[in-house]
């Protein structure tokens, strides 16, 4: 780097890729942020520089440079950033350290170190476990450990291993293999290591009850509530053990009973136009996509299926991982399994499509069926997808019938606007000025403060769409939301 451009360097500030220190007598905390940038995307230490971009420079002799190297050292994994010097006249010179982004998690002298802005802050140990879980989840994980030896293909249910490969083959996604009998196709699949059975194969195909006590967590817990909340006491309460694909049938036939379905007859067409309260295609998808990414090292945790009067949710144990966010989730990105054999097998079997389109199918099925976006949210250690009822019961209006209504009061609108969403509503109400969760619930014409709109406020203020009025006292009885 040369002096100019040095210069314009550090006209910017100092900024997440940009950190400055006067001297080489503060190398401990300057190493402090090269872990820390290590861990980020990169960038630049400068000594010789001060806090308020003063080019000072220091004399720098071999032993300044070796001790720097020294510092460097206490960084594991080993890192060898690049070190350069840049001179700037009267025998001083200002050091760089160029720091590249790696794939790895580093620590300096035992602690791991992360970028927050221009300021290097001790990572939380949440986040140091997760990434690397990240890093050693492609070669050992849950669904690739060996399942125990006494387990034989006789626990196994061999109709579903069959009913896989008719499907696969139908679908295209696996060739008819030459032998047909139930270990072949399981090897064809993946779910062999060396002859044993892995835990995935269990999860997809295990039947017999002696699998119980080895496998507790391979469970769908499914309830419908009274009220809008889980206070009000159970209508319905149901808890099944089985395979992947039972537990998926379990949820479908579930939802069945307690989804109710508004229909009409219109005058000169021979089929009925029926609007479930929720899409029954975007509920499977969910539900099947919380069977394929759930974290199944919990023995005690459970996808679960949570019905109230003003919403479904569909819940799965573990996390988002990869650094996918529920904002990324409504949009195209990247398929990322956290269980990519037993998702590889529900993809051939044809239960999800790949390439990160399920939720965008999911949204897709729901705008179709006059129901608002669903929200994704991480609660509790738990991933949660939140279903809205369709508009279809509230107006006895189809999606098309409500856009073209739409259209007549606002003429700029364009042909695929949906009903307004309660997001978009409470948006609304909070233009006119600050209100208060019981304001907002008499606005909307509902007696008592919903389930629905608690999720929805929640998700407002996560997105930074809306925010406190007293954000000191989150739980204050006066506190309100504003735009």
Request: positive net charge; glycine residues 8%; proline residues 6%.
């Amino acid at each position: 780097m040369h002096l100019e451009e040095l210069k314009k360097w550090v006209k910017k500030g100092e900024s997440e890729d940009l950190e400055f220190k006067k001297t080489t007598g503060q190398r401990s905390e300057a190493v402090k942020t090269v872990c820390a940038m290590l861990n980020g995307l990169g960038g630049f230490v400068l000594f010789g520089v001060s806090d308020k971009g003063e080019i000072a420079g220091q004399q720098v002799t071999a032993k300044t440079l070796e001790d720097i190297t020294q510092e460097l050292r206490k960084i594991e994994p080993p890192a060898f950033p690049e070190i350069e010097t840049i001179a700037i006249g009267n025998d001083k010179a200002v050091i760089l350290i160029r720091v590249s982004k790696k794939l790895d998690t580093y620590c300096y002298d035992g602690r791991p170190y992360i970028r927050h802005g221009p300021t290097t802050q001790i990572m939380p140990r949440g986040e140091y476990e997760k990434r690397v879980l990240d890093k050693f989840h492609a070669h050992r994980r849950w669904e690739n450990e060996l399942a125990p030896e006494w387990i034989t293909v006789q626990d196994l249910d061999e109709k579903e291993i069959q009913s896989t490969l008719q499907n696969a083959i139908k679908l295209g996604r696996m060739k008819k293999p030459s032998y047909t009998d139930s270990e072949s196709i399981l090897r064809g699949l993946g779910l062999l290591d060396d002859g044993r059975f892995i835990n995935a194969t269990i999860a997809l195909y295990g039947k017999s009850e002696r699998l119980f006590s080895n496998y507790p967590q391979l469970s769908i817990r499914l309830a419908r509530f009274r009220g809008s909340d889980r206070l009000t006491g159970f209508m319905d309460n149901r808890d099944y053990w089985g395979n992947a694909f039972d537990l998926l049938r379990r949820g479908e036939l579930f939802l069945l009973d307690h989804v109710s379905i508004s229909g009409r007859v219109i005058s000169g067409k021979m089929i009925r136009e029926d609007y479930p309260l929720y899409p029954p295609l975007a509920t499977r998808e969910a539900l099947a996509n919380a069977i394929c990414h759930r974290d199944y090292t919990t023995p005690g945790g459970a996808v679960a299926i949570a019905m109230y009067d003003d919403c479904l949710e569909i819940i799965n144990p573990g996390v988002l991982q990869f650094g996918i966010t529920p904002e990324k989730l409504t949009l195209p990105h990247e398929s990322k399994p956290w269980n990519p054999i037993i998702a590889n097998v529900f993809y051939r079997a044809g239960i999800i499509e790949k390439w990160g389109m399920g939720t965008l199918n999911i949204i897709d099925r729901c705008k179709e069926n006059g129901n608002p976006k669903p929200i994704w949210e991480v609660r509790a250690e738990s991933v949660v997808t939140t279903f809205m009822p369709s508009s279809f019961f509230a107006t006895g209006k189809s999606p098309e019938e409500q856009a073209e209504e739409a259209k007549k009061i606002r003429p700029e609108s364009r042909p695929e606007s949906r009903p307004e969403s309660l997001e978009d509503t409470v948006l609304n109400l909070l233009k006119r000025g600050p209100l208060s969760k019981s304001e907002l619930s008499q606005a909307l014409g509902h007696k008592h403060i919903s389930g629905a709109l608690k999720k929805v406020l929640s998700s407002l203020l996560k997105q930074g769409r809306i925010a406190y009025t007293i954000p000191e006292k989150p739980k204050s009885r006066l506190q309100k939301y504003k735009l």
